[in-house]
């Protein structure tokens, strides 16, 4: 058995598929042979996904719980789940409807859409990677719902990879530093902000979200049997000093 490697037959479900990182995992697991199943937030933003080859692709509103039951049910037993849909509102969290909103689609989002695919990934030894943020160690201040979602997506994930081990579930989480997709798009239009962030990171320079997608992958591999409850830093040292 090659260690590095997905098995025969693997069968991928990633949330928040059409997004900038999304997306990016989608085209790593495709090309390490799995079939993969996709969610976007909306028609328009799947159509503008390039992707090679076939990629089931459904729209889905993780807050929305009977979609999430319909959408699980649909795809079927997978061998990974990655959550990687996610929101910020710059500004706007100290509002407590924004901040709701945000916890609701980041944090409990992430939770519906675990208990939805459990029985599936038990079945088939699975594991969970959920894209959490270097932000649920390292604050911002224009962030509270955000920083505060992602703190929270650490601490599930560690409590269900230990609730859900016995059933032969692993859960994993990535913690990205910035990386350049939508989600951060108005921020970087400030240059001095840019630069500040780039100089601040070991390789002095933003990540992409290529940067991201081995991580996950591996996550999923043989070569990662041991590994439960753990969260990965990809941040290109952002956080090492
Ligand atoms: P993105 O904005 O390109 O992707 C976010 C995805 O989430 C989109 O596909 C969007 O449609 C989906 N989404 C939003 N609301 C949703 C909902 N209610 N239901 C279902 N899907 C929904 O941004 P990016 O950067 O690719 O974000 C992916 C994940 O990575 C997010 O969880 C984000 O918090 C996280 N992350 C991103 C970092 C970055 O610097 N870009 C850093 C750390 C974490």
């Not at 916890?103 to 675990?114: D, K, R």
């Not at 951060?184 to 992409?208: C, L, P």
């Amino acid at each position: 058995m090659n260690k590095f490697a997905l098995k025969p037959g693997f069968r991928a479900a990633v949330i928040g598929g059409a997004g900038g990182i999304g997306l990016a995992i989608v085209k790593e697991l495709r090309g390490l042979g799995a079939e993969v199943s996709a969610t976007g937030i909306s028609e328009a933003e799947i159509k503008a996904c390039e992707i090679d080859g076939d990629v089931r692709f459904s729209v889905l509103d993780v807050t929305n719980g009977a979609a999430v039951s319909a959408y699980a049910e649909e795809t079927g037993p997978v061998d990974l789940l990655v959550n990687c849909a996610g929101i910020l509102r710059r500004d706007e969290e100290y509002e407590l409807d924004v901040f709701r909103q945000v916890l609701e689609v980041n944090l409990i989002g992430t939770m519906a859409i675990c208990l939805a695919f459990r029985e599936g990934l038990a079945e088939r030894k699975g594991s969970i990677v959920n894209i959490a943020s270097m932000n649920a160690f390292a604050a911002l201040p224009r962030l509270p719902g955000y920083c505060a979602s992602k703190g929270g997506v650490v601490m599930l994930t560690r409590s269900l990879a230990l609730a859900w081990a016995a059933e032969g579930i692993r859960v994993n989480a990535v913690a990205p530093g910035f990386i350049e997709t939508n989600i951060n798009a108005e921020g970087r239009k400030d240059e001095a902000h840019y630069q500040k962030i780039a100089d601040r990171t070991a390789f002095k320079r933003w990540g992409q979200p290529d940067d991201v997608t081995g991580t996950v992958a591996y996550l999923a591999m043989p070569a990662a049997a041991y590994v439960t409850g753990a969260v990965y830093a990809v941040d290109g040292g952002f956080l090492a000093g």
